[in-house]
């Protein structure tokens, strides 16, 4: 069965490090988002890819980035742990082009702690 | 303004009761809309579309109010396993294309 996978699922790291969070698709959705996860918020966008080689900025995009270099991939990178991205991130995938109509389905999240 | 507006929560319920949820929406330029269901510690599963017409799916059934802004998402006859955090999302295209969620609403159905 096609899924969305995410690892590690949990991570704890230090403040200044460099921590990457692995996701990936079997769907073949060209689609593909990550958001973070905060009581009293709902889902943020951090940032998104519409296929290959596109990547997009979301609304809490700094100090994060992203590559899509194939379909099933888009790991997110934080360059350098803060304490604020303690949070848990989920990736999603989507699988039509750029259509408000689209269901997105959710990875399992990661529960990061930046110490 | 929030975007996208829930009650927070939480409801408590009996088994067996009809319970709604409101979520109100800021920019009327809004074209999809839907409700998540997300489980304790687990991702958002997508629970129905909401169309403009209303629409309804066994105990589920959600209406959307555009001149109000507002969408609703009505649960009857309560059961335990409905115990979870209802998403409202909206999706709008601005120029390019941006989904937001709502914080969620809180659900506790109880025996």
């Known amino acids: 069965d096609a899924e969305i996978t995410q690892s590690p699922r949990h991570k704890i790291t230090e403040t200044g490090r460099q921590v990457t969070l692995a996701c990936h698709q079997t769907?073949?959705?060209?689609?593909m988002f990550w958001y973070r996860q905060d009581l009293g918020h709902g889902l943020r966008l951090i940032h998104y890819s519409y296929g290959v080689q596109d990547t997009n900025k979301g609304e809490v995009s700094d100090g994060y980035s992203v590559s899509r270099s194939n379909t099933e991939d888009l790991p997110l990178t934080l360059e350098s742990a803060a304490s604020s991205q303690t949070s848990v991130y989920f990736c999603a995938s989507s699988a039509r082009d750029r259509g408000p109509q689209e269901t997105q389905y959710f990875g399992p999240g990661t529960r990061l702690l930046v110490l | 303004r929030k975007e996208v507006e829930q009650d927070p929560g939480p409801f408590n319920v009996p088994e067996g009761a009809t319970v709604a949820f409101n979520c109100t929406y800021s920019n009327s330029a809004s074209q999809s809309f839907f409700w998540y269901r997300q489980d304790c510690r687990k991702e958002p599963k997508l629970l129905m579309s909401v169309y403009s017409s209303g629409n309804e799916d066994g105990r589920f059934t959600a209406q959307l109010n555009r001149a109000s802004q507002y969408i609703s998402l009505l649960i009857r006859d309560s059961k335990l396993s409905d115990s979870a955090t209802y998403l409202c999302?909206?999706?709008?295209?601005?120029?390019?294309?941006?989904?937001?969620f709502g914080a969620g609403t809180r659900l506790f159905v109880k025996a």
């Open positions: 999302v909206v999706t709008l295209n601005t120029g390019g294309f941006k989904t937001i």
């Open positions: 769907w073949n959705h060209n689609n």
